[in-house]
Structures are given as structure tokens and as C-alpha cells.
């Protein structure tokens, strides 16, 4: 499973979110609530994305206000 830097992406008007990917699957999640909004993912593997942006929402909100103001995300401790 891969949640990477690319996939936190910021446009105005949108709902701040991320994309996780796995294998063939993407999904995209919101990050305050964290839900899946779109796409799909196994439900393991959602599970396990939606428990590791809990743990770290608050760096992902940072890392999208980052993104909002121009700037490069900064790297989250990935799952393990």
C-alpha cells in the first residue's frame, strides 16, 4: 500500500483529502472526518489507511495547508 507526497493534493474549493493507492486500487480519503470519499480500496486495506491518518491527521492537515500556501509537504511516518 502507498500513500505518498503526490497523493495529498490541494486545489481551492476542494475538500482536503489524500489518495492511497494498492495495487490496482486508489482511494481517496478526507482528512477531518477521515472517510473514504471516493474510490475504492480492500477493506483491509482501508482499515489500515483509515486507522494510520487518525494517528497522523494532524500532520496531514498541516501538510495540506502547505500545499495551500505553495509549499512542499513535509514527509509522515509511513505505515508499518
Known sequence: ???TKQGLFAREQSRPHFHAYYQDDV???SINPV???AGSLPKRQRRLVEAWA???QAEL???W???QQG???KPIEPLK
Open 35 to 37: 472517510e473514504l470519499v
Open 61 to 63: 492537515a498541516a501538510d
Open 54 to 56: 487518525e494517528l497522523h
Open 71 to 73: 509549499r512542499a509537504p
Open 65 to 67: 495547508e502547505q500545499l
Open 1 to 3: 500500500m502507498l500513500v
Open 27 to 29: 482511494g481517496i480519503f
